[in-house]
């Protein structure tokens, strides 16, 4: 079932937390709510589950109007962050409870339980009640709980938050995998733009109160909206430098220690003071006496695993990273030259952060 959000605000008294939200999220697909803390995630989730009133504005769920619905009468199932389980039942009746006072056939319902058990992986717990449980534990029976329905809109605000790295990543695609078994529409928040990019199929990038961007992963990290949203996704996180642009017919970026010609910008810059971002993916280190874009000294290396991350100082105390692969010879205090990828380069107004890409 698609969810409409048509002119959506929120005030807590004077203070406008939610403003003006239109999204429309497709039948079936995994949609998350990303941004900071503080930036309204939990309340927009809170408001289409039917917990929070709307100040103003329209929740649909299809083509009907939700919002004076009460959240039992929504066929919703939601995952908080902050999650009770009930402390004298085991877990297998914690993880059957939303069928049981549904009335299902027992049969229905035990099949329905295992099935959630196997895939969260705590079929061996089954029998044991939740203060036998680790923290971790007792999150995926919260998870499997609202799982074993069958809704037609699954909510869950950082239900992975409480797990330890390694079983986030799992857990990561067990919920990605299940999202297409439930055929539900999920609504997930995060503040994590790593389990963003990896689970959804569209993600509403958010900050302030305000959608600044709503895309596929893949649109918010190669076509990012505005400079919040270029900051915010990708990791390492993408270079920005000021400086200004010149030339109408070969447009140029100049600024201290770095002047490049950007063949991608369309758009007409309303000033001339721009931002220039750029990945450390698309830059790449050559010797100081290859041509260069920019020229500068090695401040900082940082291994990862399989790539290395490069700061290079240059100009006045400016600095860019560049990642390169781990077999990368570099070491502090080389003088290298740096060469960027133009086509890759993207070109932001200072002044209001719009992408100056079409
Ligand atoms: N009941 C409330 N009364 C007053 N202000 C509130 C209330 N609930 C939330 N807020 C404020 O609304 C804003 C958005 O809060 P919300 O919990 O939706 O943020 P969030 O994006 O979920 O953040 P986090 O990532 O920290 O969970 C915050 O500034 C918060 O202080
Ligand atoms: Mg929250």
Redo the contacts with the bound molecule.
């Keep these: 079932m698609d969810v409409k959000l048509e002119g959506i605000n929120k005030s807590f008294g004077q203070v406008q937390v939610l403003k003006d939200i239109n999204l429309v999220f497709p039948s079936r697909k995994f949609i998350t709510l990303l941004g900071p803390?503080g930036c309204g995630?939990?309340t927009l989730l809170r408001m289409i589950a039917g917990l929070e009133p709307v100040t103003s504005g329209g929740i649909r769920f299809g083509e009907r109007v939700v919002n004076e619905l009460a959240p039992r009468d929504r066929n919703i199932a939601m995952v908080f962050?902050s999650y009770a389980l009930y402390p004298q039942m085991t877990v297998r009746r914690n993880l059957g409870y939303g069928l049981r006072v549904r009335k299902t056939p027992k049969a229905e319902m035990d099949a329905a339980v295992e099935r959630v058990a196997a895939i969260l992986e705590i079929s061996h717990l089954l029998d044991r009640k939740p203060a036998q449980l680790s923290g971790g534990q007792r999150q995926r029976v919260a998870l499997g709980r609202a799982m074993v329905r069958q809704p037609d809109i699954f909510l869950m605000?950082?239900p992975l938050s409480n797990l330890d790295a390694k079983l986030r990543v799992t857990m990561r695609a067990e919920l990605r995998r299940f999202h297409l078994d439930l055929g539900a529409t999920t609504i997930y928040?995060t503040h994590d733009q790593l389990e963003a990019m990896t689970m959804s199929d569209m993600i509403a990038v958010m900050h302030g109160g305000i959608v600044q961007q709503f895309g596929t992963p893949a649109e918010v990290y190669g076509q990012p909206a505005n400079l919040f949203v270029a900051g915010f996704i990708g990791s390492p996180p993408m270079n920005l430098l000021a400086g200004e642009l010149r030339g109408d017919d070969k447009p140029t970026f100049a600024s201290p220690g770095l002047t490049v010609q950007l063949p991608n910008l369309v758009a007409h810059p309303p000033s001339r003071d721009v931002m220039l971002g750029i990945r450390p993916q698309d830059l790449d280190l050559v010797g100081d006496h290859e041509p260069a874009d920019l020229r500068g000294r090695v401040w900082v290396v940082e291994l990862l695993g399989s790539e290395k991350l490069v700061e290079v100082e240059y100009a006045e105390r400016k600095r860019v990273t560049v990642q390169v692969r781990a077999e990368t010879s570099v070491n502090v205090d080389d003088t290298v030259g740096v060469r960027l990828n133009a086509r890759r380069a993207h070109v932001f107004d200072i002044k209001s952060g719009a992408t100056l890409r079409s």
């Design positions: 803390s995630k939990t962050q605000d950082e928040v």
